[in-house]
Each structure stands twice: as C-alpha cells, then as structure tokens.
C-alpha cells in the first residue's frame, strides 16, 4: 500500500522535473523577448513541481491511514479499464499523424466506448462519428486549425 501512496507523487515529481528541463531546452525566440516561449512552459513546471512536492508531503503523512478509496480502485474491472485506456491513448498518439485526426479519433473513442459501454454498438458508433466529425469541422472549419 506504501508503494502506491507515494508512487504517484514521485512520478509527478519525475515528470515536473522531464517538464521542466524540456522547457529551458526550447529554442530562444528570434522577434520580441528571447525567453518568451519559456515562461509559460518553465512556469506551469515549476508549479506542477511544486504542487507534487505537496502531494508527496501530504502522502507521507498520511501512509497509516487505511483508504478505502485504493483498494476499491484495485478491485474489479478497473485495472483492466486503465490499462486498456493507456493502451488506446498510446495506439491513438501513434495512428494520428498516419490516418489523421478524423478518422484516428474515430477509431479511438469507438475503441474506448466499447471498452467502457460494453455491446451498445448504435449508440457507440453514432457518438463516436459525431464527437469526431464536430471536433474537426469546429477546428478545421471555424476556427481555421490545420488538423493532420
């Protein structure tokens, strides 16, 4: 239970510091301020940083207390819907440059409604089709983004 009370802050802690290391790597801007495309990558690290340390803090002091919460979420099909979730998240970053944005989020939430709906195929389907066609006409058409 320790291992998975504080492992989620730790890797926060790891991930803010990848952030942040990233962020101070970006190019310098060649117009305006130099360090103007840092502040906002190098700021919302800074304060992931500093809100996992909390989280770190507030774990720790509370590892002797028992939380329901955990092994509620280790039970049943929940493991299995997160896993399964970070599995088409990982199919679906690596898809998307290769088939586009339509037709990879189609795929994509098709995937994850059934994963989560269960045989419910007109319902998964239609909102699949739909969420991801009015995505891309409210991006592509309205607002004027170039989607790949």
């Given at each position: 239970?320790?291992?998975?009370?504080?492992?989620m802050p730790i890797f926060l802690i790891l991930l803010s510091f990848f952030f942040l290391i990233a962020s101070?790597?970006?190019p310098k801007a060649n117009l305006g301020n130099p360090?103007?495309?840092?502040?906002?990558?190098v700021g919302l690290s800074v304060f992931m940083l500093v809100f996992s340390v909390v989280y770190l803090f507030q774990?720790?002091?509370n590892l002797d207390v028992h939380n329901e919460d955990i092994k509620l979420l280790l039970k049943g099909r929940t493991p299995k819907?997160?896993?399964?979730?970070?599995?088409?998240?990982?199919?679906?970053?690596?898809?998307?440059?290769?088939?586009?944005f339509l037709f990879s989020t189609i795929l994509f939430l098709g995937a994850l409604l059934f994963t989560v709906n269960g045989k419910k195929y007109v319902v998964n389907v239609i909102v699949a089709i739909?969420?991801?066609?009015?995505?891309?006409y409210a991006f592509s058409i309205l607002l004027g983004v170039s989607l790949p």
């Open positions: 239970m320790r291992a998975i009370k504080l492992g101070i790597n970006l360090n103007g495309p840092l502040y906002f990558p774990e720790w002091k819907l997160i896993a399964l979730t970070v599995l088409y998240g990982a199919v679906y970053a690596f898809i998307f440059e290769r088939i586009g739909s969420f991801s066609f009015l995505s891309w």
